[in-house]
T-cell receptor, first 113, second 117 residues
Framework: SQKIEQNSEALNIQEGKTATLTCNYT??????LQWYRQDPGRGPVFLLL?????KEKRKERLKVTFDTTLKQSLFHITASQPADSATYLC????????????FGKGTSLLVTP | GAVVSQHPSWVICKSGTSVKIECRSL??????MFWYRQFPKQSLMLMAT?????????EQGVEKDKFLINHASLTLSTLTVTSAHPEDSSFYIC?????????????FGPGTRLTVT
């Protein structure tokens, strides 16, 4: 069965450092991989989308890499700030599921001053 | 970015009653809407996919007679939890996309917290 795994433990980093979150998947051929941010009691907020034929995508302080051979995506937040503290969700989709998103459990990031 | 609203944001109901949750796309036409459920510390789990004007497609293990989904217009989908039980207490989140764009992002609503007593 499909499996999407993210860093199981919370990630604590110091303000200004780069946070790197991992998303690994098995038994899946995603056409797209997306990263979302979710704050407690709120719906997810879209951050970045990367296609299967793309290696890297950037948006301001965010960078996503996508390695379909390793079946892995890395999500980087550079110059992290306390406001970046949230849970970050990795989600995969393809046409087989009508582009419905399959989510990982998320990684909780805490950025301390 | 596009905005998706949900109503109500939270609801408490008695066991055996029904609850309706609305999901609206405010500034775009949502050809497809998705309903997810999230239990504490868990991932979002897809419950069903609905295309405007069509019957919803339910994921395995989700009872279609218990979770009624209607997507009658390009801006509104509703989820009705019928004969709710305490185990239905969860955070229900909808998302919407404009399937005419490719690829298209999914925009999520703020979620509805359902508590069944």
């Amino acid at each position: 069965s499909q499996k999407i795994e993210q860093n199981s433990e919370a990630l604590n980093i110091q303000e200004g450092k780069t946070a790197t979150l991992t998303c690994n998947y098995t038994n899946y051929s995603p056409a797209y991989l997306q990263w979302y941010r979710q704050d407690p009691g709120r719906g997810p907020v879209f951050l970045l989308l990367i296609r299967e034929n793309e290696k890297e995508k950037r948006k301001e302080r965010l960078k996503v890499t996508f390695d379909t051979t390793l079946k892995q995506s890395l999500f980087h937040i550079t110059a992290s700030q306390p406001a970046d503290s949230a849970t970050y969700l990795c989600a995969l989709s393809n046409s087989n599921s009508g582009y419905a998103l399959n989510f990982g459990k998320g990684t909780s990031l805490l950025v301390t001053p | 970015g596009a905005v998706v609203s949900q109503h109500p944001s939270w609801v408490i109901c008695k066991s055996g009653t029904s609850v309706k949750i609305e999901c609206r796309s405010l500034d775009f036409q949502a050809t497809t809407m998705f309903w997810y459920r999230q239990f504490p510390k868990q991932s979002l789990m897809l419950m069903a996919t609905s295309n405007e004007g069509s019957k919803a497609t339910y994921e395995q293990g989700v009872e279609k007679d218990k979770f009624l989904i209607n997507h009658a217009s390009l801006t509104l989908s509703t989820l009705t939890v019928t004969s709710a039980h305490p185990e239905d207490s969860s955070f229900y989140i909808c998302s919407a996309r404009d399937g005419r764009e490719f690829p298209s992002e999914q925009y999520f609503g703020p979620g509805t917290r359902l508590t069944v007593t």
